[in-house]
């Protein structure tokens, strides 16, 4: 059972920068790939980036990497997402969630909601033009 919590989000102008953090209850959160989510009003669930149980590999949304970077800090049971030159459409509720996969799992198979066992409750990031 993994328990995860977000937080860092809030209001931020256009340009501006946030870093996310996602704290994960459970003494196997090493084990599992983690991924960002976002969900705007009206649309749906999009997947953002994912990371590797150890941290070495990452996967990108096209058009996030060089943006947005996914980091995890396995001795604090934390990934991270940090944000920066932000665009008002990046606003939308972010979702961290835990994906019980093999270590080497590829990455790129983790872009679906449906491959996630445990979700956050999401943490609201308003961009303002």
């Known amino acids: 059972q993994v328990h995860l919590v977000e937080s860092g989000g809030g209001l931020v102008q256009a340009g501006g920068s946030l870093r996310l953090s996602c704290a994960a209850s459970g003494r196997t959160f090493s084990s599992y790939a983690m991924g960002w989510f976002r969900q705007a009003p009206g649309k749906k669930r999009e997947f953002v980036a994912v990371?590797?149980?150890?941290?070495?590999?990452?996967y990108y949304a096209n058009g996030q990497k060089g943006r947005f970077t996914i980091s995890r800090d396995n001795a604090k049971n934390t990934v991270f997402l940090q944000m920066n030159s932000l665009k008002p459409e990046d606003t939308a509720a972010y979702y961290c969630?835990?994906?019980?996969?093999?270590?080497?799992?590829?990455?790129?198979?983790?872009?679906?909601?449906?491959?996630?066992?445990?979700w956050g409750q999401g943490t609201q990031v308003t961009v303002s033009s």
């Open positions: 969630a835990a994906a019980n996969v093999p270590y080497n799992q590829d990455l790129s198979t983790l872009r679906w909601v449906t491959e996630y066992n445990y």
């Open positions: 990371i590797s149980w150890s941290g070495r590999n990452t």
